[in-house]
């Protein structure tokens, strides 16, 4: 019972000690919140459901902080999901080695290994400067020796947006585009190869 009736007359006490310590935010008109006309490429890639696939690789490299570094210009193909999933290998697991069967290795060496193809594999799909003309210039890639070729489609009308009307590597078809504060990322039905 005293300790209940200590706790309730000391109660008003603590709660004029805590308004003392509060401190007063100044109110300066001159604050202006950070806002961005566009978003960065990673937010295009956060957004863009279609996409998940190709960011979720991404993300587990550092070149991905490129996407959200506003001074760094990138041309970003990404596949879609559909065409991710129809790879008969997924990106991690690279490419075929014909002397592989049977052969053991760490689980540090299986992880630097899947690191290193993703990382080989997603830049294969960036180009390090936007904007890029689609035309049948080699423009390179991220990926050492690895350059993308436009192609235009030969039954186009000449309707729509040039994009549209451009294939590149094998037939692989641009299906969408997005802009962002730091480059251009242009949605496609394959992926580029890597090897």
Known sequence: ????????????????SSQEQQILMS????YTPLTHSKPTLADLLTIEQSASIFYSYA??????????????????????????????RKPHEGPVTPSGEGIEISEQEFDDRSKKNV??????HIIPESPIALDSQNHPTMLHGKSLVFTSISKNNGQGPEWSRM?????????????????VLYLIDGTVSYT
């Open 167 to 183: 294939t590149l590597e094998d037939g692989i078809r641009i299906i969408g585009m997005r802009e962002g504060l730091n480059g």
């Open 59 to 88: 993300r587990e490299i550092e070149l991905s902080t490129r996407f959200a570094d506003e001074s760094v210009q990138s041309t970003v193909f990404v596949p879609t999901n559909k065409a991710v999933m129809a790879l008969a």
């Open 27 to 30: 109110n300066d008109p001159e």
């Open 1 to 16: 019972m005293r300790r209940q009736l200590l706790c309730l007359l000391s109660l008003p006490l603590l709660t004029f």
């Open 119 to 124: 990382e080989k594999w997603i830049s294969a």
